[in-house]
């Protein structure tokens, strides 16, 4: 956001405005208006994103939560007993005025974070009370195979034996 100032002696001089929570929200609401399911997906994640956690899941890191987002993108129009879905609560204003508080003070305090990891995170928190419905952990499911499964399976596949 940017102030002009008038000169006497040529150019303007143009002084930076902190952007503020009411023109965060007006933003918010023109960019959400009737959005759907794969923009918004597209705003969290992206294919690339996807290549490098499964690279990092694969290499034994804790990573990987949001791959099914691409395949599986409808957690973010799921309700829950108590809130509606995300996509859902882009089309009432009252969560998107909270949506612009939850941004500005997560920017304020760590303004190192990415747009999207803040959009993310915001999200994460619950901004009046809808849920992010997450889904089981990829790396939890990694090590209960590799503790349970793994071992089992290669004999199988060893002795030719179908699965």
């Known amino acids: 956001m940017f102030n002009e100032t008038p000169t006497l002696f040529g150019p303007s001089i143009i002084e930076t405005k902190k952007l503020n929570r009411e023109t965060l929200f007006k933003i918010l609401v023109h960019a959400f208006k009737n959005i759907e399911?794969?923009?918004?997906?597209?705003?969290l994640y992206s294919k690339v994103d996807a290549i490098i956690d499964f690279n990092k899941l694969c290499e034994g890191q804790r990573t990987g939560t949001n791959i099914s987002l691409l395949f599986n993108p409808h957690r973010l129009?799921?309700?829950t007993n108590k809130s509606k879905s995300i996509l859902e609560s882009f089309q009432d204003e009252k969560y998107i005025d909270g949506l612009a508080r939850a941004l500005l003070a997560m920017y304020e305090n760590n303004n190192?974070?990415?747009a999207r990891a803040l959009f993310k995170t915001a999200l994460g928190?619950?901004?009046?009370?809808?849920q992010?419905?997450?889904?089981?952990?990829?790396?939890?499911?990694?090590?209960?195979?590799?503790?349970?499964?793994?071992?089992?399976?290669?004999?199988?596949?060893?002795?030719g034996v179908d699965v």
């Open 77 to 79: 129009d799921t309700a």
């Open 132 to 159: 992010y419905v997450n889904e089981f952990l990829p790396y939890v499911a990694r090590g209960i195979y590799k503790a349970y499964g793994a071992k089992k399976y290669l004999i199988h596949v060893l002795a």
């Open 125 to 130: 928190i619950g901004v009046q009370d809808v």
């Open 112 to 114: 190192k974070l990415s």
């Open 37 to 43: 399911l794969t923009d918004l997906v597209s705003m």
